[in-house]
T-cell receptor, first 114, second 112 residues
């Protein structure tokens, strides 16, 4: 089954404790992206990647890092989480050819930073 | 810069009534427009896009380049249509133009 898988689904942590949210897709998509969803603000892009070893900042990259060492994986790293990073995070992927920019989303990771 | 505006945060209608969710956009080139839907406790999923010009679950959306709008319509709303709806825009070329920019969403509630 074609899917985007995020782990963990729920995470509670404390300020300053490094964490990684994993994202994996099995559709051989070139494009992957991370968003955060906050009430009243919709979805805002954090980082995106056009392909392996190619990443770039989205609208709200501060406090986040990403890497794209393999095509299927695009982890989101919070080196020193702060309470303002409490949010619902979504990973998405899409193909850059053929069907156009239809993005497939993961189920989301709800992060609470205390 | 690309921008998507959904003027209504909340929209409430009765079952069987027509519904229209508004979306306006700003983009200097030729955009690709989408509607995504998020049902309660589920992931976002594509509802429809302007290129395919199809009707999904009774919803349609027409791209009006003159008014830079992509409103989502359904003639007879159903309770199962209650969800958060996001309008989104993408460019066609690679790099930053491929970014999908979302509006802030409209929460549709269909009352019995």
């Amino acid at each position: 089954e074609a899917q985007v898988t995020q782990n963990p689904r729920y995470l509670i942590t404390v300020t300053g404790k490094k964490l990684t949210v994993t994202c994996s897709q099995n559709m051989n998509h070139e494009y992957m992206s991370w968003y955060r969803q906050d009430p009243g603000l919709g979805l805002r892009q954090i980082y995106y990647s056009m392909n392996v070893e190619v990443t770039d900042k989205g609208d709200v990259p501060e406090g986040y890092k990403v890497s794209r060492k393999e095509k299927r994986n695009f982890p989101l790293i919070l080196e020193s989480p702060s309470p303002n990073q409490t949010s619902l995070y979504f990973c998405a992927s899409s193909s850059v050819s053929g069907e156009g920019n239809i993005q497939y989303f993961g189920a989301g990771t709800r992060l609470s930073v205390l | 810069a690309q921008r998507v505006t959904q003027p209504e945060k909340l929209l409430s209608v009765f079952k069987g009534a027509p519904v229209e969710l508004k979306c306006n956009y700003s983009y200097s080139g030729s955009p690709e427009l989408f509607w995504y839907v998020q049902y309660s406790r589920q992931r976002l999923q594509l509802l429809l896009r302007h290129i395919s010009r199809e009707s999904i679950k009774g919803f349609t959306a027409d791209l009006n380049k003159g008014e830079t709008s992509f409103h989502l319509k359904k003639p007879f709303a159903q309770e199962e249509d209650s969800a958060m709806y996001y309008c989104a825009l993408s460019g066609h070329s690679g790099g930053s133009n491929y970014k999908l920019t979302f509006g802030k969403g409209t929460l549709l509630t269909v009352n019995p």
